[in-house]
């Protein structure tokens, strides 16, 4: 069966460095890869969307790349802000179908 | 802007009781989706729509079952809580064909003592 793996459960990392974060999955051909914030309490918010034919994608400070042959995403938060504190998901996708990583929570220190 | 409004937002309910959780969007999204999501788990996807009396199964849809009558609404119902079904429910619209974005709503909180 498909598995999704986000690369650890948290992570935290001081005020203006990059956050990286792993997605990993296997048993899966998908068309797109997605990004999501989730605050506590809330639903998920979209970020980004990349496609499988795309290398990278780039949105403010936000950066996600999507290799198909290592199964692999890695997205990176840029100048980190204490607001980026939150949990980010990955979701894969084919169709009208996503499924989701289990997430990974980011702490930003001042 | 998409909206959706889910109730109840919090509920406390015994084993072997019906629960039904409403999911309400205020456009014509096609798609719509029930999550749930536990620690450890991330989001699972239940069961989907894709259209009026159109439904289908997710990966775990065991113990629950779905209605849609109207585009607008999106019934999740468990016909006999269990213990293993206390989790947080979302609900969700495709808001973009292209990028098959989903829009969530905030959550209803299901605890099954």
């Known amino acids: 069966s498909q598995k999704i793996e986000q690369n650890s459960e948290a992570l935290n990392i001081q005020e203006g460095k990059t956050a990286t974060l792993t997605c990993n999955y296997t048993?899966?051909?998908?068309?797109?890869l997605q990004w999501y914030r989730q605050d506590p309490g809330r639903g998920p918010v979209f970020l980004l969307l990349?496609?499988?034919?795309?290398k990278e994608k780039r949105k403010e400070r936000l950066k996600v790349t999507f290799d198909t042959t290592l199964k692999q995403s890695l997205f990176h938060i840029t100048a980190s802000q204490p607001a980026d504190s939150a949990t980010y998901l990955c979701?894969?996708?084919?169709?009208?179908?996503?499924?989701f990583g289990a997430g990974t929570t980011v702490t930003v220190r001042a | 802007d998409a909206g959706i409004t889910q109730s109840p937002r919090h509920k406390v309910t015994e084993t072997g009781t019906p629960v039904t959780l409403r999911c309400h969007q205020t456009?014509?999204?096609?798609?719509m989706y029930w999550y749930r999501q536990d620690p450890g788990h991330g989001l699972r996807l239940i069961h989907y729509?894709?259209?009026?009396?159109?439904?289908d199964k997710g990966e775990v849809s065991d113990g629950y079952s779905v209605s849609r009558s109207k585009t607008e609404d999106f019934l999740l119902t468990l016909e006999s809580a269990t213990s293993s079904q206390t989790s947080v429910y979302f609900c969700?619209?495709?808001?973009?064909?292209?990028?098959?974005?989903?829009?969530f709503g905030e959550g209803s909180r299901l605890t099954v003592l």
């Open positions: 969700a619209i495709r808001v973009s064909v292209d990028t098959g974005e989903l829009f």
């Open positions: 048993n899966y051909s998908p068309a797109y």
């Open positions: 990349i496609r499988e034919n795309e």
């Open positions: 979701a894969l996708g084919n169709d009208y179908k996503l499924s």
């Open positions: 456009e014509n999204h096609r798609y």
């Open positions: 729509s894709y259209g009026v009396k159109d439904t």
